[in-house]
């Protein structure tokens, strides 16, 4: 193992201890802050289509996103997984309740019969991610899906975190991508976002 692939462990574990000591309660409240957040920012306001997650449980819960998208008129699309391509692709939901099913790590994606939408089409994406830094760097699971996702898409791009998921530094490398903000509970971090 590499001292970079060290060192993004090392935070990665450092981010998982500090999130599983926050309460269930605190989640629920966290996620609804998040979303109030998000949804009075004009980044969202301006945004069309939207590429939204769905939350682990590990994961800041903003679910309801997806239906208060809906009702603002917007294009909203979740990740489906494509296994012929082992990556990811936006597709259109409608309804959240008829249209995610539980597919690949037990992640609710769209089903089949969702239409995919072009990844050039969406004007934002919100990102997951075990930490992210004031820089726009971001730490994930370590498969690289959103890296993938991220280096498609010409969209703003909003890391979603817990407040106890922001560290100083990340380490980067060449195939990471960066983040134009962050969203937690308490702040909106504009990042120093430059081309790689």
Known sequence: MSSIAQEKQRVRMKAWDAVSQITHGERIANGSQIQDRLTGTAV???ASAVLIFAPLPDEPDIAELCQRSINAGKTTCLPRYLPAKNNYEAAVIHDP??????????ILEPSLDCEALPS???DLVL???VAFAPSGTRLGRGKGFYDRILGSVSAQKIGVAFDQQIVMNIPFEEHDQRVDAI???????ETMRRSA
Not at 97 to 106: C, T, Y
Not at 183 to 189: A, E, L, M, N, Q
């Open 97 to 106: 309740e008829r249209d995610l099913i539980p597919a690949k790590f037990g």
């Open 127 to 129: 990102v997951p991610g």
């Open 120 to 122: 050039m089409q969406l």
């Open 44 to 46: 969202w306001q301006n």
């Open 183 to 189: 969203v937690t509970p308490t702040r909106w971090i």
